[in-house]
């Protein structure tokens, strides 16, 4: 395919770096690329930063077949631009897709227009530390019909936008509220795909939690409610008497690339770590006995995010003495000197824009 280039007229004003939050500001031009059953993917553009027409039947608006992924373009200490595993992140939009019988993308051209489109949008860019562009590349239902069935039709498109920090207080301990009343998805769903109706299904909870005072929601296994699985945002981690436990991937639980590479690392540095099940009971019985050291989440908004304090029904379990962990520092430093340049690529994981 050939990728066509229409440049914006009119360039939109930067955000100094300082002045960075997450989600609300976008660049100047976006990728599109549209499937028929006749043509397959086809037309591939970068063209303005715009609106999407749609039918109000398009489909998607009714029965939420949608797909995307969130991954990050960053200002090296060189002055360059690199990204952060997108390979990983296009394999999982592609296992997303056939999770929600959408037509999987060819993931080397995506890579290669992506590339393009952060050249073209490099002057956004940010350079402080902390910052990064963030790349949200999306896969739309595009057909008018009120019918349930998959579409035939879809759009594709990347936009891009500078970020600051996910959380306001940076990196600092958060609160988490562990639920029983609402569940996120249970295996044999969509919870492993990342897809927008996993996150619609989180905002009730994640809204009573942030009532109570907590940042984020820990979610249990959707049938028995015992066995933890991930948090809202991130994939979570809990070090209990020098063993590194996160939840092992059992459908319903999002493959997270930060997940992957956290676990990379701490068998790297030999530490004894386990994809296990790990119920939330095993969790208070360690806190109480003095050997729950560190909890952290991983991902891709906040890269490691330390934890505070949990908040499972009457207990309230205060993490540590309340600052940042060993661990936690030691992984947010390696992951962030690795995506920044400052330290060397471990594994392949650093694509030059």
């Not at 990196?171 to 998805?185: D, Q």
Request: glycine fraction near 10%; charged fraction near 20%.
């Amino acid at each position: 395919m050939q990728l066509s280039i229409t440049k914006a007229d009119q360039l939109k004003p930067h955000p100094q770096d300082s002045d960075l939050r997450f989600g609300d500001v976008f660049t100047d031009h976006m990728f599109s690329m549209d499937y028929t059953p006749e043509k397959g993917w086809h037309d591939p553009r970068i063209e303005p930063y715009a609106p999407i027409p749609m039918d109000p039947a398009t489909m998607v608006l009714h029965y939420g077949q949608a797909i995307f992924e969130g991954l990050k373009a960053y200002r090296n200490v060189s002055g360059g631009i690199q990204m952060f595993r997108p390979k990983d992140n296009l394999a999982r939009l592609n296992n997303s897709a056939r999770r929600l019988c959408i037509p999987e993308v060819d993931e080397a051209f995506s890579l290669d227009a992506l590339k393009q489109l952060i050249n073209m949008d490099q002057e956004w860019v940010p350079e402080a530390t902390g910052t990064a562009l963030y790349i949200r590349p999306t896969i739309v239902a595009m057909d008018p019909f009120l019918g349930v069935r998959a579409s035939n039709t879809y759009r594709y498109f990347i936009i891009l936008g500078p970020v600051g920090a996910y959380y306001a207080a940076g990196f600092n301990p958060i609160k988490i509220l562990v639920t029983k009343e609402f569940v996120r998805a249970v295996r044999g769903g969509v919870g492993e795909a990342k897809t927008p109706g996993n996150y619609a299904a989180s905002l009730l909870a994640g809204e009573r939690a942030r009532e109570a005072g907590y940042s984020q929601v820990l979610w249990l296994e959707g049938v028995g409610q015992k066995n933890i699985e991930e948090v809202g945002a991130m994939n979570i981690f809990f070090l209990i008497d020098d063993e590194l436990v996160t939840p092992k991937l059992n459908g319903s639980i999002l493959p997270g690339i930060t997940r992957k590479s956290v676990v990379y690392l701490a068998e790297k540095w030999g530490m004894n770590v386990s994809e296990r099940d790990i119920s939330i009971d095993e969790v208070v019985e360690a806190h109480g006995a003095g050997k729950l050291q560190e909890v952290f989440g991983a991902g891709t908004a906040a890269v490691v995010s330390p934890v505070g304090e949990l908040k499972y029904g009457d207990a309230v379990l205060s993490i540590g003495d309340g600052s940042v962990g060993q661990v936690s520092q030691k992984l947010y430093d390696a992951l962030t000197d690795i995506q920044y340049g400052k330290a060397e690529d471990p594994d392949g994981w650093i694509e030059q824009v």
